[in-house]
């Protein structure tokens, strides 16, 4: 069971990326699935969670109206469309699968992609 993230890389602020998180080893389209990033010094937090259907159910608010969560079932990918981005964006970035308990929990999640960093100059 993987999840393989992608997409990250240097960018100025007011740029866009997209990440991608590909599962293989089983399907996670029945699952919860969310996006966290973890920046230097500081604490992994929750960005984004969406439902098996493709339902956001959490939106960190400092990405609100810039970061979007999207997946695709039948490719078992889950995107995170990053627009409008900042400096304080800058993070290791990682994907998560399948929580037990509160959806925006880091601990919750059973499984964890490798990170993808992302990093944004001014």
């Known amino acids: 069971v993987q999840l393989q993230a992608s997409g990250g890389g240097s960018v100025q602020a007011g740029g866009s990326l997209r990440l991608s998180c590909a599962g293989s080893?089983?399907?996670?389209?029945?699952?919860?699935m969310a996006w966290f990033r973890q920046a230097p010094g500081k604490e992994r937090e929750c960005v984004a969670v969406?439902?098996?259907?493709?339902?956001?159910?959490f939106s960190a608010n400092s990405v609100k109206g810039r970061f979007t969560i999207s997946r695709d079932n039948a490719l078992n990918i889950v995107y995170l469309q990053m627009n409008s981005l900042k400096p304080e964006d800058t993070a290791v970035y990682y994907c998560?699968?399948?929580?037990?308990?509160?959806?925006?929990?880091?601990?919750?999640?059973?499984?964890w992609g490798q990170g993808t960093l992302v990093t944004v100059s001014s």
């Open positions: 998560a699968a399948d929580p037990i308990g509160g959806y925006y929990h880091d601990g919750s999640y059973q499984y």
């Open positions: 080893g089983r399907t996670f389209s029945n699952r919860i």
């Open positions: 969406i439902t098996w259907s493709g339902d956001t159910i």
